[in-house]
């Protein structure tokens, strides 16, 4: 396989632009997420008129590959969400662990998808700047004034609870402050639950994201979880990806689980989980509706596919899941 590479895409998936404490370079990997994402909605990748809100468009054009990353991130993501969703009948929660600036909220509140309730978990400064955002903005205000049947919005800096959604700031490795927060919120153990961790765990040591899942099997009866980070990171791209990220303060603490799909698979089912499934990005590309990738291809143009599928080959889609046999949750798959 190629080694040879764009400087933007074995960092643009992950990177920060300033880093200069511990967490400021992990927080960072916020923007840069919203940013690829932003540019990749701009183009027509796919439809989200929320992420303006949230972030500026990039000046600087993103390389046709990594558009295509995000395209398949997003779309495979969001192919689990629904399928747990379907499976549920929507009588469930949504649990977003360093959700960022995602808008997934507000895409399903317009697809007529809604949980009972969805909740963000990031850092607090983050959760600041999204807060900021949506007092601010009335697209992304009054979906959730909507749905709240009270006069009054319970929001301070760090946390907004509200009927259907709610954003905590908390840090994931902190789990008596996490567990705390979200059922201050009505988090309802009882509920079937989906966990979602997109491009998140890698930046916590493997011990850290193992008390995390264990913490998540160990709370809930029926649950899924949904990971999404790198894989295949054993090899020269993997190296250089790790390098380029340590130059910016920005340590992959937890690439060590990310060695294959197999050790992605063994820390899910070593901790709690019953069952465990993963795919490499280039494999679920290759999978997606022959429509949609005519579709995308024909938006950019991208001279050397072997930059698609080195790129997405270091990436990986994984899924777990526990109880909920009555509901098939063992049956969702990509
Ligand atoms: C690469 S961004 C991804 C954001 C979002 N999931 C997305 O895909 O657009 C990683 C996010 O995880 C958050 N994060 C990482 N470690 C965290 C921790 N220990 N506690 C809370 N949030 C954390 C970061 O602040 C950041 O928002």
């Given amino acids: 396989m190629a080694t040879r590479q764009r400087e933007s895409s074995i960092i643009s998936c992950c990177s920060t632009s300033s880093c200069d404490a511990d967490d400021e370079g992990v927080r960072g990997t916020c923007e840069d997420a919203s940013l690829c994402k932003r540019f990749a909605v701009s183009i027509g990748y796919w439809h989200d008129p929320y992420i303006e809100h949230f972030v500026r468009l990039s000046k600087e054009r993103k390389a046709p590959e990594i558009n295509r990353g995000y395209f398949a991130r997003v779309h495979g993501v969001s192919q689990l969400i629904k399928a747990f969703l379907r499976k549920t009948e929507c009588h469930c929660q949504i649990v977003n662990l360093g959700a960022g600036m995602d808008t997934t909220f507000w895409r399903l509140k317009d697809e007529d998808l809604l949980p009972s309730k969805y909740f963000e978990v990031d850092f607090p400064m983050i959760v600041t700047r999204k807060l900021h955002s949506i007092k601010c903005k009335p697209p992304l205000s009054s979906p959730i004034l909507e749905l709240h049947s009270e006069d009054t919005l319970q929001m301070d800096g760090h946390i ?175």
């Fill in 160 to 334: 907004l609870d509200s009927k259907r959604y709610a954003v905590i700031g908390a840090d994931l490795r902190d789990l008596s402050e996490l567990e705390e927060k979200l059922k201050k919120c009505n988090m309802n153990t009882q509920l079937p639950t989906l966990l979602i961790a997109e491009c998140v765990l890698v930046y916590m040591t493997p011990e850290q994201s193992a008390n995390l899942l264990k913490w998540a099997a160990n709370s809930f009866e029926r649950a899924m979880f949904i990971n999404y980070e790198q894989v295949n990171m054993g090899d020269r791209f993997g190296q250089i990806m790790i390098e380029n990220l340590r130059r910016r303060q920005c340590d992959l603490a937890g690439v060590e689980t990310c060695k294959s799909l197999e050790s992605q698979k063994e820390r899910l089912l070593s901790n709690g989980w019953e069952t465990a499934s993963a795919v490499d990005m280039m494999e679920l590309y290759n999978r997606l509706p022959r429509a949609e990738v005519s579709r995308i291809e024909s938006l950019e143009f991208l001279d050397e596919m072997e930059l698609l599928e080195q790129l997405m080959r270091h990436y990986c889609l994984c899924w777990a899941t526990k109880g909920g046999n009555e509901l098939g949750l063992k049956e969702i798959t990509y």
